[in-house]
């Protein structure tokens, strides 16, 4: 069983940055693909980001390309989504998520582990 607590949400101008962590534990970190949904009120959960196993290799939604950037830090068993550039549509509680497979985690049937959440309140 793996346990995903994240951080680092909170209140942001427009044009701002926040980084998001999300540190695991209970389970093998190197055996899951890692990454982050958000989830705006009303609406669907949607894939942020995602890093592979090893974390060379990356997805991100075309929402996030360009702003976001995904990383992880298998010593500290930690993966980070550094928001730049931050829009008021970026509001939204944010998920990290852990799947076997990197293939499907663009979906959420790919997810075997989520996090609690974490708010981003961004202000126009």
């Known amino acids: 069983q793996v346990h995903l607590v994240e951080s680092g949400g909170g209140l942001v101008q427009a044009g701002g940055s926040l980084r998001l962590s999300c540190a695991a534990s209970?389970?093998?970190?190197?055996?899951?693909?890692m990454g982050w949904f958000r989830q705006a009120p009303g609406k669907e959960r949607e894939f942020v980001a995602a890093?592979?196993?090893?974390?060379?290799?990356?997805r991100y939604a075309d929402s996030a390309k360009g702003r976001f950037t995904i990383s992880r830090d298998s010593a500290e068993n930690t993966v980070y989504l550094q928001m730049n550039s931050l829009k008021p549509e970026d509001t939204a509680v944010y998920y990290c998520?852990?799947?076997?497979?990197?293939?499907?985690?663009?979906?959420?049937?790919?997810?075997?582990?989520w996090g609690q959440g974490t708010q981003v309140t961004v202000s126009s």
């Open positions: 998520a852990a799947g076997i497979s990197f293939v499907m985690f663009v979906t959420a049937r790919g997810i075997d582990y």
């Open positions: 209970g389970g093998t970190f190197s055996n899951y693909a």
């Open positions: 890093a592979a196993r090893g974390g060379a290799t990356t």
